[in-house]
């Protein structure tokens, strides 16, 4: 997904709209819904990134702590300890962009000195006051992403995300990120319903309008596993449905788990949604 630069890290987005593309998610947590424990060493995160990008995956997003509802949050030391051995695998190796996912600006300037090329703030740089200038200093990307506390809100959920994303962007250009570098992610799975996620990929289309690349991140969850009653290990094609669903809707970037599966729906999604 675009071409990093090697020599100083920086991301250059692929132009948007040829095609969807495919986030591969690579955790470095012993607690992650999903793949909690299994790519703790650097040896095998590596292996695994390598083989995410084989089946499909045009850029990494590596996490090391665990964003799942009810996980504990863990200081930022300890959040670097587990990032950087894996993150200096990763950017030795890999030639596809890689994305951190953390919301502490002190964890991100770790990863961008070590070579990410994109922060993923799970809180959309509202969090973290540090975060938004941080980012602007290594002219990194980031991807802004929708949350909130509670599923309660006072009008139409679309509507909201919209509000929350735009002053996200405001504080991230604000700031001086390049907005050529801003992708927007409306949050699946955090701080919303069952039927408000649902309707967020419904109506995704609508986020269009912010002017901005939208990421899709619905791989495995549980608005899969309530919908369908299934468990985590169950729940691939729930979340190819949403892929294509995201892609129908314009999404820029999917965020998933398994890749090759995804990467076969998504490029026929592609062919009839985007080339049709």
Excluded: C
Excluded at 245 to 272: E, F, K, T, Y
């Amino acid at each position: 997904m675009g071409t990093p630069d090697l020599s100083t890290r920086r991301w250059a987005p692929p132009v948007w709209g040829a095609r969807t593309y495919l986030m591969g998610i690579l955790n470095v947590t012993p607690d992650s819904f999903s793949d909690g424990g299994q790519y703790l060493s650097p040896i095998d995160a590596l292996a695994q990134a390598q083989a995410m990008v084989r089946e499909g995956a045009d850029m990494i997003d590596v996490g090391a702590e665990s964003t799942r509802p009810g996980a504990d949050t863990i200081p930022a030391k300890e959040e670097i300890a587990r990032l950087l051995p894996v993150l200096s695998a990763l950017t030795e190796t890999l030639e596809v962009p890689i994305s951190v996912d953390t919301y502490k600006a002190a964890v991100a300037r770790k990863a961008l000195e070590a070579g990410a090329h994109v922060v993923n703030d799970i809180w959309g740089f509202q969090h973290d006051p540090a975060m938004a200038e941080t980012v602007a200093e290594f002219g990194a990307g980031a991807v802004l992403m929708h949350n909130g506390r509670g599923a309660e809100y006072t009008g139409d959920i679309v509507s909201e995300v919209k509000r929350f994303l735009e002053q996200s962007v405001n504080i991230a250009t604000g700031a001086g990120v390049d907005a050529a570098l801003i992708v927007l992610d409306p949050g699946i799975g955090f701080g919303k319903s069952v039927a408000q996620n649902l309707e967020l990929m419904r109506r995704l289309g609508e986020l269009r309008s912010l002017g901005f690349p939208l990421l899709l991140g619905a791989s495995r969850k549980s608005v899969i596993g309530k919908t369908l009653d299934l468990d985590v290990d169950q729940r691939l094609e729930g979340t190819l449905a949403t892929s294509v669903a995201g892609v129908q809707q314009g999404a820029d970037i999917i965020r998933v788990h398994d890749l090759q599966a995804n990467q076969r729906a998504v490029r026929m999604a592609d062919a009839i949604y985007r080339h049709g």
